[in-house]
């Protein structure tokens, strides 16, 4: 069966701190994998999207960046966080036409 | 514009009654619609699932309407429990893109 693990669960960090997320899947090859931010009272606004290795779509300008080193493995970054990032990070995954499967997410807190 | 609209905004009910939660869109065209539960801190869990040509579906105290000519659905909870506390998301999907477009959900309260 696929799993998709994202860690950490919790994170604080400083204004102009450096940020790395990671996800991962298992039980599944060539995934499209997802990164979504998700504000107190909003739906989930979708960040960046890929389709294969090192293939990275942007949806909305911002502070931050992905990437895809492996098939399974996707990474949110940032070099200098603001107080703005703040906020529920989700990644997910799904084939074309399926559903969405999320991790269990990420409290990012920008001190 | 592709928007999916949930209400009520947040619901508290009694342990043991049932409740009705709303969603509309306006996405076309329109491939399926899905309804998430998603507790507090962590992922949303698909409930159900429902393309064009269902009208209703069912997943244990859970059923989904849906109806494609007013591009309404409903998420019905039959007898409460206080684990269905959680928030309700709608999710609708683009046909041609793929693109899945996602309600703010309803934030539901059970309360013995």
């Known amino acids: 069966s696929q799993t998709i693990h994202q860690w950490p669960a919790t994170l604080v960090q400083p204004v102009g701190s450096p940020l790395s997320l990671e996800c991962t899947v298992e039980g599944t090859s060539n995934p499209n994998l997802y990164w979504y931010r998700q504000a107190a009272g909003r739906g989930l606004q979708l960040l960046f999207y890929?389709?294969?290795?090192?293939?990275i779509s942007s949806e909305v300008p911002q502070n931050l960046s992905a990437s895809r080193p492996q098939d399974r493995q996707f990474i949110l970054s940032s070099k200098k966080l603001l107080l703005s990032d703040s906020g529920f990070y989700l990644c997910?995954?799904?084939?074309?036409?399926?559903?969405?499967?999320f991790g269990q997410g990420t409290r990012l807190t920008v001190v | 514009k592709n928007q999916v609209e949930q209400s009520p905004q947040s619901l508290i009910i009694l342990e043991g009654k049932n409740c009705t939660l709303q969603c509309n869109y306006t996405v076309s065209p329109f491939s399926n619609l899905r309804w998430y539960k998603q507790d507090t801190g962590r992922g949303p869990v698909s409930l159900t699932i429902m393309t064009f040509s269902e009208n209703t579906k069912s997943n244990g105290r859970y059923t989904a309407t849906l109806d494609a000519d007013t591009k309404q659905s409903s998420l019905h909870i039959t007898a409460s429990q206080l684990s269905d506390s959680a928030s309700y998301i709608c999710v609708v999907s683009e046909e041609n893109t793929d693109k899945l477009i996602f309600g703010t959900g309803t934030r539901l309260q059970v309360f013995p």
């Open positions: 890929s389709v294969g290795i090192g293939q």
């Open positions: 997910a995954w799904r084939r074309v036409l399926s559903e969405a499967f």
